[in-house]
């Protein structure tokens, strides 16, 4: 069970955040680079743990998830590079013109405060606690609080230890970085809410980001809500592709649609095309190939009853037809 941060705790790490900040605000560049190519060096020392800790929490291949820490500690370091160059500040030189009565104009980005981070569920590391938008944040001079997720405790646990481990060994002030738990909505409802948070950083579904979108709206002072979120992914079959290769096309289209377990923004959801002979066969080999589907283990169990609950409000449906479908009892876990 993941121990609920209290509030008080949570206006702490925020305070914390917000000192950190005048911090980060005298850090050069080449600073917060060396400091984030730290980060990669400490998360890539972690070994083989990190990956069983995550397997048992997520069910995810250990080959998968082999690939996805080479995936965040390459984040980290080309983020990094972008911070060392400068690419991030996006600085513009407009120069005086005299003659036109037009002065110097320079812009650059700088950071804007402390930045909310939530853990998403299908990539533990690439886009959780260690993720991409923690990295990012920490390059542009924004200190991050995470608000981890509650499907892999112990793995956002050993990464949020991999920062601030960095953190300390740098001897930069605790607030850089902070970890929160919790299963509440309550929490991440207070989090955007609050006065001193500066943005927030989403990946996971649709109703928990717009959720997030509507609360940051709503502030008196609006803040920017950075989501990437499910999409029903429509695709389009036109009549020569499914006469030259209908059977090849469900091939391919099961292939994406069951990759991990169904659990990637990029799942197709929707498959559109015009009625006839064609699209039969289409739904014929579409059939076939879903049977020899070898049923998998899903992230989480609220992931599983959300599906099993929208998949029979879908079946539900007037003219809706359920054309193949693969079952197995769910191993247990204990």
């Not at 605000?25 to 020392?45: H, L, P, Y």
Request: aromatic share 8%; with cysteine.
């Amino acid at each position: 069970m993941m121990e609920e941060t209290s509030t008080q705790n949570i206006d702490r790490k925020i305070q914390m955040a917000v000192e950190a900040f005048q911090f980060l605000k005298n850090t050069t560049i080449n600073e917060r680079a060396e400091f984030m190519n730290a980060v990669a060096d400490q998360i890539e020392a972690l070994g083989e743990e990190l990956l069983t800790v995550t397997h048992a929490e997520t069910s995810l291949p250990l080959a998968r998830l082999t690939g996805e820490k080479a995936r965040t500690t390459g984040q980290w370091r080309s983020y990094a590079k972008a911070v060392a160059d400068g690419i991030y500040t996006e600085a513009r030189i407009d120069l005086a013109q005299p003659d036109k009565q037009k002065g110097d104009i320079r812009k650059y980005n700088v950071g804007i405060g402390p930045v909310v981070v939530f853990g998403a569920s299908n990539f533990p590391f690439a886009f959780s606690t260690a993720g991409g938008d923690t990295a990012s944040a920490i390059g542009a001079g924004c200190p991050v609080i995470v608000k981890a997720h509650p499907a892999h405790p112990q793995t956002s646990q050993i990464m949020a230890d991999a920062i601030t481990a960095t953190i300390k060994a740098f001897g930069w002030p605790e607030g850089v970085f902070s970890h929160i738990t919790g299963t509440s909505y309550e929490t991440g409802t207070y989090l955007t809410q609050h006065p001193d948070i500066r943005a927030v950083a989403f990946t996971g579904s649709f109703t928990g980001g717009k959720a997030l979108f509507d609360i940051a709206s709503r502030r008196k002072d609006p803040i920017p809500v950075f989501a990437e979120m499910g999409s029903i992914n429509p695709v389009f079959a036109f009549q020569n592709l499914l006469e030259a290769k209908a059977e090849a096309l469900a091939k391919d289209y099961v292939t994406s649609l069951t990759l991990g377990a169904g659990q990637f923004c990029t799942n197709p959801g929707v498959f559109i095309a015009l009625k006839g002979n064609q699209l039969d066969r289409f739904i014929n080999a579409l059939k076939e190939e879903i049977q020899e589907i070898t049923p998998a283990k899903m992230l989480h169990e609220g992931i599983f009853e959300s599906f099993e609950k929208n998949k029979s409000i879908a079946i539900e449906q007037p003219d809706v037809e359920l054309i193949a479908s693969v079952y197995t009892e769910a191993e247990s876990s204990l």
